[in-house]
């Protein structure tokens, strides 16, 4: 029987667990000065320039608006210039809906009779940039006006660091998206959704204790218990369908039941690849792995019925000519369902990693014009263009 006294100080055991609780009261210390005064992360105000990049209102019109009383007062700063709440973007957007021609076009989500988009971001290897394209898609499209909900999947809990909580200490026993998949009394869904700080987007956390539901699920296989894994995290999104237009969710970089519950429960998926040969062919793996896993599970559970399957060039450096040859090389093998527009690789965003924020979290003053500019113009691309797939998957035409 295995002891359930702390390790011995001098042992390696004793080594590593000093380790662990030195680095957390570090961090903790890094997030309290990271988000001070406030105990919780906030969100910063939006500029009028890009609240009619958001928007797809002209600067002129927004200003008459103001003018004419329709839209909401907001702050002013010390120059007079408005500024913007992510909630009273979302006011205009829904003035504008009723108000403005075409008004629709400001409420993209669904529309009755549009089914839930459930997208999966997924590879199998580290560092592909997953939790950065899952935070950032999460993002944009809350800001566009979708309700969006985020499932962290990996029990590494990389997605819910970044929404500002630590894990480890405030998710160590309950609380996470565990609870809804375990085999034993699992709560409903929205027992575990945390709203965020960002105004239309919600967190469904993911803490260490999630690699349990492995185990579990192989228990579950031998003792036929119901619902499979399968099912688990379909069913459990179905309580809370209603709530939302889309589901990101950030998988783990490995093919276990916690993937597969997240692939089996998704309407589409996108692959994150770097454009390096090692990388590739790691995907390369993967998707003949995924393949056959899924091929073995549709006789049993019936075609998968993903709308879309697409591939992202991450970490891309235009410049680096062997990156260059290879995002060649995957465009001419995987065609069109490689997406137009990479995600660059930033100090942009490696920068506001550091204190656990994306760059629409980042005030445009802490950054070099041209450099917040090449960024955006990124991923701000490969979000637009994903939200066409994504609008075509509810069958309305785009241009």
Same mark, same amino acid.
């Given at each position: 029987?295995?002891?359930t006294?702390? /390790?011995?100080?001098?042992?390696?055991?004793?080594?590593?667990?000093?380790?662990?609780?030195?680095?957390s009261?570090?961090?903790?210390?890094?997030?309290?000065n990271?988000?001070?005064? *406030?105990?919780?992360?906030?969100?910063?105000?939006?500029?009028?320039? *890009?609240?009619?990049?958001?928007?797809?209102?002209?600067?002129?019109?927004?200003?008459?608006?103001?003018? *004419?009383? %329709?839209?909401?007062d907001? &702050?002013?700063d010390?120059?007079?210039?408005?500024?913007?709440?992510?909630e009273?973007?979302?006011? =205009?957007?829904?003035?504008?809906?009723?108000?403005g021609?075409?008004?629709?076009?400001?409420l993209?989500?669904?529309?009755?009779?549009?089914g839930?988009? @459930?997208?999966?971001?997924?590879?199998?290897?580290?560092?592909?940039?997953?939790?950065?394209?899952? =935070?950032?898609?999460?993002?944009?499209?809350a800001?566009?006006?979708?309700?969006?909900?985020?499932?962290?999947?990996?029990?590494?809990?990389?997605?819910?660091?970044?929404?500002?909580?630590?894990?480890?200490?405030?998710?160590?026993?309950?609380?996470?998206?565990?609870?809804?998949?375990?085999?034993?009394?699992?709560?409903?869904?929205? +027992?575990? @959704?945390?709203?965020?700080?960002?105004h239309?987007?919600?967190? @469904?956390?993911?803490g #260490?204790?999630?690699?349990?539901?492995?185990?579990?699920?192989?228990?579950?296989?031998?003792?036929?218990?119901?619902? /499979?894994?399968?099912?688990?995290?379909?069913?459990?999104i179905?309580? =809370?369908?209603?709530?939302?237009?889309?589901?990101?969710?950030?998988?783990?970089? !490995?093919?276990?039941?916690?993937?597969?519950?997240?692939? #089996?429960?998704?309407?589409?998926?996108?692959?994150?690849?770097? /454009?390096?040969?090692?990388?590739?062919?790691?995907?390369? !793996?993967?998707?003949?792995? $995924?393949?056959?896993?899924?091929?073995t #599970?549709? &006789?049993?559970?019936?075609?998968?019925?993903?709308?879309?399957?697409?591939?992202?060039? $991450?970490?891309?450096?235009?410049?680096? @000519?062997?990156?260059?040859?290879?995002?060649?090389?995957?465009r001419?093998?995987?065609?069109? +369902?490689v997406?137009?527009?990479?995600?660059?690789k930033?100090?942009?965003?490696?920068?506001?990693?550091?204190?656990?924020?994306?760059?629409?979290e980042?005030?445009?003053?802490?950054?070099?014009?041209?450099?917040?500019?090449?960024?955006?113009?990124?991923?701000?691309?490969?979000? %637009?263009?994903?939200e066409?797939?994504?609008?075509?998957?509810?069958?309305?035409?785009?241009?």
């Amino acid at each position: 029987m295995a002891s359930t006294e702390s /390790p011995a100080p001098g042992t390696v055991a004793g080594t590593i667990s000093a380790n662990a609780a030195r680095l957390s009261e570090a961090l903790n210390n890094h997030m309290r000065n990271s988000f001070q005064p *406030e105990s919780r992360k906030t969100l910063r105000k939006f500029h009028p320039a *890009e609240v009619s990049e958001l928007t797809g209102i002209s600067m002129s019109n927004l200003r008459t608006r103001h003018q *004419e009383g %329709d839209f909401p007062d907001v &702050e002013t700063d010390g120059r007079g210039r408005r500024l913007y709440s992510a909630e009273e973007i979302d006011q =205009i957007r829904h003035v504008m809906a009723k108000t403005g021609r075409n008004g629709e076009a400001y409420l993209p989500g669904r529309r009755e009779h549009d089914g839930l988009q @459930v997208i999966s971001i997924v590879n199998f290897k580290g560092g592909s940039s997953k939790t950065t394209t899952a =935070i950032h898609l999460a993002q944009r499209y809350a800001l566009r006006g979708y309700r969006v909900l985020t499932i962290d999947m990996d029990p590494q809990a990389s997605l819910t660091t970044m929404f500002g909580y630590r894990p480890e200490i405030e998710f160590a026993e309950t609380g996470t998206i565990y609870d809804a998949l375990r085999y034993e009394d699992p709560v409903p869904l929205s +027992q575990v @959704v945390r709203k965020t700080y960002f105004h239309n987007l919600d967190l @469904v956390p993911a803490g #260490l204790l999630l690699s349990e539901y492995e185990t579990e699920t192989a228990y579950a296989l031998q003792h036929r218990l119901e619902p /499979p894994f399968t099912q688990r995290l379909s069913v459990a999104i179905g309580e =809370i369908e209603e709530d939302y237009d889309l589901v990101i969710i950030d998988c783990p970089p !490995q093919l276990g039941f916690t993937t597969m519950s997240s692939l #089996l429960a998704s309407t589409g998926l996108l692959i994150t690849v770097v /454009p390096s040969m090692l990388d590739v062919a790691s995907m390369a !793996q993967f998707l003949e792995m $995924a393949g056959e896993t899924v091929r073995t #599970l549709e &006789e049993s559970t019936g075609p998968t019925d993903w709308k879309f399957l697409k591939f992202l060039i $991450a970490r891309y450096e235009p410049t680096d @000519v062997p990156q260059a040859q290879m995002a060649g090389f995957l465009r001419s093998i995987l065609l069109d +369902q490689v997406l137009t527009t990479p995600m660059l690789k930033s100090t942009a965003i490696s920068d506001a990693g550091m204190t656990q924020q994306t760059i629409y979290e980042l005030d445009p003053n802490q950054l070099v014009r041209k450099t917040l500019d090449r960024i955006l113009e990124s991923v701000n691309g490969m979000a %637009d263009e994903f939200e066409k797939i994504i609008q075509q998957a509810w069958g309305r035409r785009t241009t």
